[in-house]
């Protein structure tokens, strides 16, 4: 289970923060569990010596008893293992989390495209903790489980109606809408044809004059649209 601790002295910024977290997890399917609290309290210390596994601390740097950064100096004298996101207001006080040895995953602006940021720090604690996301659905009885990182690309058959989700070492034919599967899947994924998702993670290449990209095993596959080979860019 993931364990994310939030601390942050606004209740607006926790409601931000759990809010994200909770869209994040539902396309994942892992289990996990958040723990908030509004300062460093006692509470929170219990956290931090506590033996839960796959912790993942967002900190605010200030809050009206102590700082974020002398916590995460308590946090990595008892555990080098966690991972640690500052979110904070207080963009002027990066160089002073950049002095100091915590091993941080990032450091994000409140107020500057938070959400995406955090969401792509969310993927890169889940990579460093090697947890794999999956897709998981029932289809016509059968349960799938698919690894996020295995699939090139899903695309829509308008023939058959159903959905072709391409992977290294199989096809799968489902009865899913192309808007259902999106919803499940994480950010790695990006519309690059009313008909497709494409796996950003696993693009080598991409040529805009032949409307053709290379994925990092040899597949390519054509299926980009002048509306959306900017974004893919």
Do not use: W
Request: hydrophobic fraction near 40%; charge should be neutral.
């Amino acid at each position: 289970m993931i364990n994310f601790i939030i601390c942050d002295d606004v209740k607006q910024y926790r409601d931000m923060v759990e809010h994200i977290i909770a869209s994040y997890m539902m396309k994942n399917k892992l289990e996990y569990r958040t723990h908030i609290f509004n300062d460093y309290n006692s509470e929170f210390i219990k956290i931090v010596e506590s033996k839960l596994s796959f912790k993942v601390y967002i900190l605010d740097i200030e809050t009206p008893t102590k700082s974020g950064i002398d916590i995460a100096r308590i946090i990595r004298n008892k555990d080098v293992d966690s991972v640690l996101i500052f979110l904070t207001g207080h963009q002027e006080l990066g160089h002073v989390v950049m002095k100091n040895d915590f091993l941080f995953l990032s450091y994000i602006n409140k107020f500057d495209d938070c959400e995406r940021r955090l969401t792509k720090s969310l993927d890169k604690a889940l990579q460093m903790f090697k947890i794999r996301s999956v897709v998981r659905f029932k289809d016509n009885g059968v349960v799938y489980s698919i690894p996020q990182d295995d699939i090139l690309y899903i695309t829509r058959d308008s023939v058959e109606r159903k959905c072709i989700i391409v992977t290294d070492y199989n096809t799968f034919k489902v009865g899913k809408s192309l808007m259902e599967l999106e919803e499940m899947v994480n950010s790695n994924f990006m519309k690059t044809h009313r008909a497709c998702l494409m796996n950003t993670k696993r693009i080598l290449s991409f040529s805009k004059s032949q409307k053709e990209v290379v994925f990092d095993n040899g597949m390519t596959s054509d299926l980009i649209s002048t509306r959306f080979d900017k974004e893919l860019i």
